[in-house]
């Protein structure tokens, strides 16, 4: 067997690793997330409580991102990958032991939520500036899609499998958040990436130099802000609740099928995308991607039927995912390994900035012009951005090939 072919088996290893504990790591994350809300809901009964868990954990994730950034490209990404699902195995385990000794009150919680913030803010940026050093760049594509994957069956699974187990009690979820978590920690000892660390001080000016380099980067720029406005605009994920009873007359199990739909498509598509990856015109691409995103919006917004309307959420997910594959594969050919890891992080801003200001700009709009006329309005702004942006960042619409000559 020769150089190169030891090579690549050696890289398909590394990188099945690493997505074996990615997997177990959102998997676990995911039950985490479901199981921590309705403890607190259960505890005070409080919508405004519930509101503040997702917003304990957004704000030192936010805060803590970009110095996160710069920590990933001076450190081992995979060491800091590992150390994260250790934390958060350390925190299911605190929830064991206060749930079983009846003193996991909602203080205690909201400060959970903040360990779980700080920890997404680091687990972000070096998950994603890791794979890279996993696999060629020939490959890139097809590993992003494979980890895009991973993350689609996470979503879809980790839920799904909290809420059942929380039927026979909180203790059950995080004993076994705990075990999958502590799983990944352990695949991580057989990932061993080429990384050579930064040697660049922290400063205000290093701290940035992600943010500087996506602005003046027209071709990164555009992708991230066209995933920020597409979310943020065409997201009609909270108002999915509203649908299933009011317009779509489905009970529960037909909300939970709504929500799974954009899943199930992003699921499918990146099956496709990993046996025929982009070849040619995938700037173009990417954009009508993001317009066929809008349009499938705009579907589910006027249907009132339940079928048609599960239709249209998994198409939004199967277009959203090629947008994030490409754009994701497109961010790690483009920058240096040196700053890979702060321009991850500058990414993991733009998407949970969409994601929680999306939520609120579907309430707000649905408050002023109803749930229909709130995502009509969301999918036409999509595609209405979409077709600007081939004006607005024409290197992003004229990009040929992923890899160029």
Known sequence: MNEVKLSRLFAYKQFLFFWLARLSGMVANQMLMVAVAWQMYDITGSAWDLGLVGLFQFVPAL??????????????????????????????????????????????????????????????????????????????????????????????????????????????VYITCAGLLLLSFMLMFGVHDRQQPSSEKLSVKSMLAGVSFVWHNKLLLGAASLDLFAVLLGGAVALLPIYARDILHTGPQGLGLLRAAPAVGALLMSLVMLRW???????????????????????????EHFMLSLIALAITGAADNISV?????????????????RVSAVNSI????????GEFESGATAALFGPVGSVVFGGVGTMLIAASWFKLFPALARRDRMVEA
């Open 277 to 303: 990856p982009m070849q040619r015109r995938v700037g173009s691409r990417l954009l009508i991607a993001v317009g066929v995103f809008g349009m499938a919006t705009v579907v589910f917004g006027l249907s």
């Open 325 to 341: 594959v490409m754009r994701l594969t497109l961010a790690q050919l483009e920058t240096p390994n040196e700053i890979r890891g």
């Open 350 to 357: 733009f998407i949970g900035a969409s994601n929680q200001l």
């Open 63 to 172: 805060l803590l991102t970009l110095p996160a950034g710069h920590l990933v490209d001076r450190l081992r990404r995979g060491l800091i990958f590992a150390l994260c699902m250790f934390l958060q195995a350390l925190v299911a385990l605190l929830l064991v032991w206060a749930t079983l000794g009846d003193f996991a009150t909602r203080e205690l919680i909201l400060g959970i939520s903040i360990l779980l913030g700080a920890a997404r803010a680091f687990q972000m940026p070096s998950q994603q500036a890791l794979i890279p050093l996993l696999v060629p760049v020939e490959l890139l594509e097809r590993a992003v899609a494979l980890s895009s994957t991973g993350i689609q069956v996470a979503f879809i699974c980790g839920p799904a499998l909290g809420g059942l187990l929380y039927v026979a009690g909180a203790t059950h």
